[in-house]
């Protein structure tokens, strides 16, 4: 997580977004890692919310938070393999790609912009299944607890 260690130096305050359906297998993996990180995190310099399938509707907590860094985790396809992960510029091609969500990350980030001064990244994972009641995938499982465990070993040095 080299990468994310750097996007966070001199982070003074982070603000995480977990986005998601729990309902659709895979797709759960931003809000279960941001419900997971609630438990697990006590550094008054980081706050975690579980924006759902709808980050947008978030707009004003997050400028309310006015956060120097923002991390959005989603389940995005990329043509990667199930469970690979990819830290990546939310106003770049993956901030416009495949979701079941509705507004492009790549406009929320934008229009956060125009009222924040934060650094932005997305942590993407590959789905493998996002029908309707399934599970989620065990692929999907190891690399939320991989991602859970790294992001809080990093943001606990902030």
């Known amino acids: 997580m080299h990468e994310l260690e750097e996007f966070l130096q001199g982070a003074k305050k ?41 980050p947008e509707s978030y707009t004003g907590r997050i400028i309310r938070e006015n956060p120097t860094h923002v991390i959005f985790i989603d389940a995005v396809h990329f043509e990667g393999k199930p469970g690979e992960i990819v830290i990546a510029d939310p106003e770049g091609t993956l901030g416009e790609a495949y979701s079941t969500h509705k507004m492009p990350l790549k406009l929320l980030v934008g229009y956060l912009k125009q009222n924040l001064d934060a650094k932005f990244t997305l942590i993407g994972c590959q789905p493998k299944q ?27 040095s902030i």
């Open 14 to 54: 982070v603000l995480i977004c977990g986005i998601g359906n729990d309902m659709r297998g895979d797709d759960a993996l931003g809000v279960y890692i941001a419900e997971e990180l609630k438990k697990r995190i006590k550094n008054p310099k980081v706050t975690v919310l579980n924006c759902g399938e709808m």
């Open 130 to 156: 996002t029908g309707l009641f399934v599970e989620m995938s065990e692929e999907i499982k190891k690399s939320a607890e991989l991602l859970i465990n790294a992001l809080c070993e990093v943001l606990s």
